[in-house]
Nanobody
């Protein structure tokens, strides 16, 4: 059974940094796409960044380009989201998710971790 466990959220001042981690278990993820999503209060969930495990394909939301970096440690099955120059509008619950490469919908989700950026 696939399990995704996020960690690293918290409260940070604007301009600060946080690194989120997502520990994945339950199968081999070499044929998966991994992604970070976020959902702010009263808003729809949005894709923040995604990658395949090889790192050959990476995509970012326009709102985080140049500030956030997604990466993965294949040996440990851990995905990271390094978030720099944080803004109050980055405040949200951040979710880790995964799907098989041949699917279009992310079908496994973590429980989420809160990121709050104060102004």
């Amino acid at each position: 059974q696939v399990q995704l466990v996020e960690s690293g959220g918290g409260l940070v001042q604007a301009g600060g940094s946080l690194r989120l981690s997502c520990a994945a278990s339950g199968r081999t993820f070499s044929n998966h796409v991994m992604g970070w999503f976020r959902q702010a209060s009263g808003k729809e969930r949005e894709l923040v960044a995604a990658m395949n495990w090889s790192g050959a394909w990476i995509t970012y939301a326009d709102s985080v380009k140049g500030r956030f970096t997604i990466s993965g440690d294949n040996a440990k099955n851990i995905m990271y989201l390094q978030m720099n120059s944080l803004k109050p509008e980055d405040t949200a619950v951040y979710y880790c998710a995964t799907r098989e490469t041949w699917k279009t919908t992310f079908n496994y989700w973590g429980q989420g971790t809160q990121v709050t950026v104060s102004s």
